[in-house]
């Protein structure tokens, strides 16, 4: 790989939340530059500093957030990218980018890159198999962007089913494969 490659990483309000730690930690072990931009459930459920200590860099969060240096931040995050990375997406992000909605800053960064986007799926099995879900997957696909598929697994709920994020070494290849 020639230069340091720039990673965009979405992370969503899932519990798989826990992984993305894990994703940014091997990301950055392995060369690339990782920049992180919450969505604000996201920080309900793990606190920004966690994936600035791991990435060494600045986490995004709101899209009217007060720059440190004056710039249109979802569009020089897009431009910056060589691969955008969701991981965790739950269905809520899935829907929003399937649908053109640009309410947050990482719906925005979506939508103004021309980086390859990589989504991963996290969620409760009923909510992944659900038609709206799958229309918006399908429909994403058709747009170009690519999905890693979520494994079967131990879910929150206790129960075993589709819709745990997949394994981080998949993630990781994929990623590779995607630069």
Known sequence: MAGKKNIILGVTASIAIYKACDIVRRLTSEGFSVTVVMTGEAEELIRPLVFQSLSGNRVYRGLFDEPDNWEVEHVSLARKADLVLIAPATANIIAKIACGICDDLLTCVVCATKAPVLICPAMHENMY?????????????????????????????????????????TIIKEVKKNL
Request: charged share 30%; aromatic share 4%.
């Open 129 to 169: 198999k659900n038609k709206i879900t799958q229309e918006n997957i399908k429909r994403l696909k058709s747009f170009g962007y690519r999905l890693i598929e979520p494994k079967v697994g131990r879910l929150v709920c206790g129960a075993v089913g589709i819709g745990c994020l997949a394994e981080v070494e």
